[in-house]
Each structure stands twice: as C-alpha cells, then as structure tokens.
C-alpha cells in the first residue's frame, strides 16, 4: 500500500526513520531526550510523509476541555440578536463532539446581574479552558476579561472588540462599512435634497454609533446635503417610539433605516401607523420574524443582515483551534461580511438557510 492512500501514524514515521516509537513522540512533540538532529530529522520525514496529529486520539487521553459562551438570554428583545448567537456556538460545538469538549452556557439577562458580574462568578467558581462573549461592555467588563486572560485563559470576542483586553481575537461585522452601505443604497433612492430618518441606536454601543459614524462619512465624502434626523435609543420604549412616530410624519423625510434589532421593530410599527409603509426606500436591522413580516409586506424595502450565527460560529472554531491544536486565528480582527436582504432573496435567508451561506 502507498504510504499515501493511509493515515500517517507515529508508527509509519518511526520506522522509516529507524528509530523507536517513543523517540519519534519526543521529536514532535518538543519534548528533551532527543538530539536536535534526530529532531530535525524526524520532523522533515513526518512533515514528507504528510503526518497530522491525531487531535480526535489524542482529545480521549486528556480530561475533558471546558469552553465557556457568556451572552444575553435569547429572550424578550435579546431574542433578535442573540437567538443566532447560541445557535452559532453551539452548532459548531456539536461538530466537535468527537473531541472531548463540552459548552458551559453562561445566559445573562436584563436586570440587576451583569455581564462581568456573571463573568467573575464564572471564573471563580468554574473550571473552563477558553471563553466566547462580547466585546461592548464597560470598565468592569474589561476588567474581568483581562483576569481570564492573566490565568491564560484564552478569550474570543464577538460583536464588539476591546483590542486592549488582551483578548485572542474579535469576530465582528465591519460596521462603518455597513454605515457607508446603508447610506449609498438610501440616497441612490431619493432626491438629493429629502431627509433621512436614522434610527441610530444607543450612542455607548460601538455596534451603532460606529454605523451612523460610516453613514456620515459617506455622506460627507459624496458632498451629499440629506438633512439626517437622528433618534438615539433611551430608557423609555413608549418615549423611543413617539419620537420615530413623530419624525416620520415630516412630509420631507424620504426613507429611514435603523442600525439595530430593537429599534428596527419599532420603525416597522410606526411606518404602519402612519400610513407610510409601502411610501419610502426604508430599511431594518437583522434578521428574525417580524422584520421578515415587514419586509414580507414592504414596509421595509431591504433588511441589513450582520450574520451573527457566522460571528459566533467563527469564534468559537477560531478559540477551539488554539486550545487544541495551538494554532492562532488569521487575524487579530476577523470581519464577517455583511449582506443587504430583499424581498426577492428572503428563501435564501429563512428556516435557517443562512447556515449554508459560508
């Protein structure tokens, strides 16, 4: 038989360079009791013979590795977002069942509990081997990444990225690019002097304000005048959805978008009660049932999709490949692309066809 039609074992490499089974292990695995000419020469016939450590083998001898995912419950308003986050993580984690690893799920909700509070609880009570959770956060949140890190406890982000946190990497969309999206497909639709409405999200959360920064840099960069009224998310939903309600009913206001999920149902419902949907180039934020209804009926004429299955997914492969095999993500920021949605190509988007679209 071909040395190449089977898997190249230990066993395959120690023979054809003469030696015993135990030197080879030695040689590849960086471990003393080996010349470093015996090592170098056994790790140019395995690298010849195409050898690859048997990670699933090797996975079964050692205890079993422990990745925590720390993110919003999929509930209430979280449900938009982060329904496609745990379905992320967690169907990559199936694919490595074979490998003796497991998914300990951190879910934290609206409410007295933050996120590095849960993080802090987590570190001290359990034994984990990596972690999965956002970048937005503040002080406190940073911090407590940071105490992961210290116990080399790797950390991959998703969404958001603190650079500064000494985290793996970040998986994230491009969000000024998204900005710069949104803005050429709204003012390719209207006149030059009509308004915009932007529903720009909480002005703290890198994911929204770092989009309406791209919106207004394109605008900016094509000597565009638009006149954009912007609405920032507050403590208040009733308050939030007045004012969209209120701008809409500007006679020159010619198309709106929203940089975020909640604040996209919201415009959905004021386009309806105002009597303007079907009336203006108008775009939502991600992807879930009810914008596929309004897109469905053409309220909204586009849905912005920012993939955070493929986010979640990423980042949890990126962070099981280092703690396995040690091998680093390509990149300290990994950008997933990010896709304008319309009512023509919803099939390719609906009961979980966007898991084939990578």
Not at 17 to 30: G, K, N, P
Not at 260 to 279: C, F, H, I, P, Y
Not at 296 to 314: D, S
Request: a neutral charge; one cysteine or more.
């Amino acid at each position: 038989m071909n040395i190449l039609d089977k898997r190249i074992t230990i066993k395959d490499i120690a023979e054809k360079a003469d030696v015993s089974i135990s030197t080879v292990h030695c040689a590849l695995a960086q471990k003393p009791g080996v010349s470093e000419q015996t090592r170098l020469r056994i790790q140019k016939i395995a690298k010849e013979c195409g050898y690859r450590p048997n990670v699933v083998a090797s996975s079964l001898k050692r205890k079993t590795i422990r990745i925590a995912a720390a993110f919003p419950g999929p509930t209430e308003d979280n449900r938009f977002y982060f329904t496609y986050v745990w379905e992320g993580v967690r169907d990559y984690m199936r694919t490595m069942s074979d490998f003796n690893v497991e998914l300990f799920e951190v879910q934290y909700y609206d409410g007295p509990n933050t996120q590095a509070d849960e993080l802090n609880d987590l570190l001290q009570h359990t034994e984990v081997s990596g972690l999965l959770t956002l970048g937005h956060m503040g002080i406190y949140g940073e911090m407590s990444i940071q105490r992961f890190v210290e116990k080399d406890i790797p950390v991959v982000l998703i969404n958001t990225d603190l650079p500064k946190s000494g985290r793996l990497c970040c998986v994230q969309p491009n969000y000024q690019i998204i900005g710069r999206t949104l803005a050429e497909l709204i003012t390719r639709q209207i006149p030059k002097n009509r308004s915009i409405l932007l529903c720009a999200g909480d002005a703290s959360i890198p994911a929204h304000y770092l989009i309406a920064q791209g919106f207004d840099a394109y605008l900016e960069e094509k000597g565009l005048n638009n006149p954009v009224y912007k609405i920032h998310s507050n403590k208040s939903k009733e308050e939030h959805y007045k004012r969209i309600v209120r701008e809409l009913r500007r006679e020159e206001v010619a198309a709106c978008c929203s940089v975020n999920a909640r604040s996209s149902v919201m415009l959905g419902k004021a386009l309806v009660e105002t009597g303007r949907d079907g009336q203006m180039t108008a775009v939502g934020s991600d992807l879930f049932e009810e914008n596929f209804k309004y897109l469905r009926e053409g309220v909204f004429t586009q849905l912005l999709q920012k993939n955070p299955y493929l986010q979640a997914y990423l980042a949890a492969k990126y962070l099981l490949e280092y703690v396995l095999r040690d091998v680093r993500p390509p990149m300290d920021t990994v950008y997933v692309g990010s896709e304008i949605v319309f009512q023509s190509s919803m099939p390719m988007y609906e009961n979980g066809a966007y898991k084939l679209l990578f």
